[in-house]
T-cell receptor, first 108, second 114 residues
Framework: KNEVEQSPQNLTAQEGEFITINCSYS?????LHWLQQHPGGGIVSLFM???GKKKHGRLIATINIQEKHSSLHITASHPRDSAVYIC??????????FGTGTRLQVFP | EPEVTQTPSHQVTQMGQEVILRCVPI?????FYWYRQILGQKVEFLVS????????KSEIFDDQFSVERPDGSNFTLKIRSTKLEDSAMYFC????????????FGEGSRLTVL
């Protein structure tokens, strides 16, 4: 069983839709990262969370430590949001464990 | 905006050859990492480096792998004798401090072992 599970694996949306990507984990963590991987392969950090909620532009990330669950929301989605979104958990050491990613395609 | 840079962007090598992948982290960052992503698979942690020594390494990071920060700016990953299964995208990342959280990734170095 994977220590980090993401759902859905693939997601298609029409421009303007509200998107939710979920991440569940089974290990003790010190923080959770949401990352964006572009079609060319480059990775960009979106959020690092250890509790509560963060917002940056149209992106919102939440985490529930007790339930070992995090969500990434995209409001008013746009074709440029098309990418793979990766959840990664930081253990109580320096190690990151990555989810398999959610491939998002937003159509005009 | 400061960025992590990696070279080469793509390297093709013969099995058994040594490969060095180079990274220049952001200058005031203290924590450095190597990750790899085999084509079609998830990203995997290889090693973390702080205060001029390895702070943690994964099971993948065996005796064939080593890391070095030779001159205070470059952070290198060496694979001594490459195997076919080392073919992957290798990402370097750096972080300013343990609790600042944000990881900055390089664009990756694609290694192809023939």
């Amino acid at each position: 069983k994977n220590e980090v599970e993401q759902s859905p694996q693939n997601l298609t949306a029409q421009e303007g839709e509200f998107i939710t990507i979920n991440c569940s984990y089974s290990v003790g963590i010190s923080a959770l990262h949401w990352l964006q991987q572009h079609p060319g392969g480059g990775i960009v950090s979106l959020f690092m969370l250890s509790s509560g909620k963060k917002k940056h532009g149209r992106l919102i990330a939440t985490i529930n430590i007790q339930e070992k669950h995090s969500s990434l929301h995209i409001t008013a989605s746009h074709p440029r949001d098309s990418a793979v979104y990766i959840c990664a958990v930081r253990l109580n050491t320096d190690k990151l464990i990555f989810g398999t990613g959610t491939r998002l395609q937003v159509f005009p | 905006e400061p960025e992590v840079t990696q070279t080469p962007s793509h390297q093709v090598t013969q099995m058994g050859q040594e490969v060095i992948l180079r990274c220049v982290p952001i200058s005031n960052h203290l924590y450095f990492y190597w990750y790899r992503q085999i084509l079609g698979q998830k990203v995997e942690f290889l090693v973390s480096f702080y205060n001029n020594e390895i702070s943690e390494k994964s099971e993948i990071f065996d005796d064939q792998f080593s890391v070095e920060r030779p001159d205070g700016s470059n952070f290198t990953l060496k694979i001594r004798s490459t195997k076919l299964e080392d073919s992957a995208m290798y990402f370097c990342a750096s972080m300013e401090g343990a609790n600042t959280g944000e990881l900055f990734f390089g664009e990756g170095s694609r290694l192809t072992v023939l």
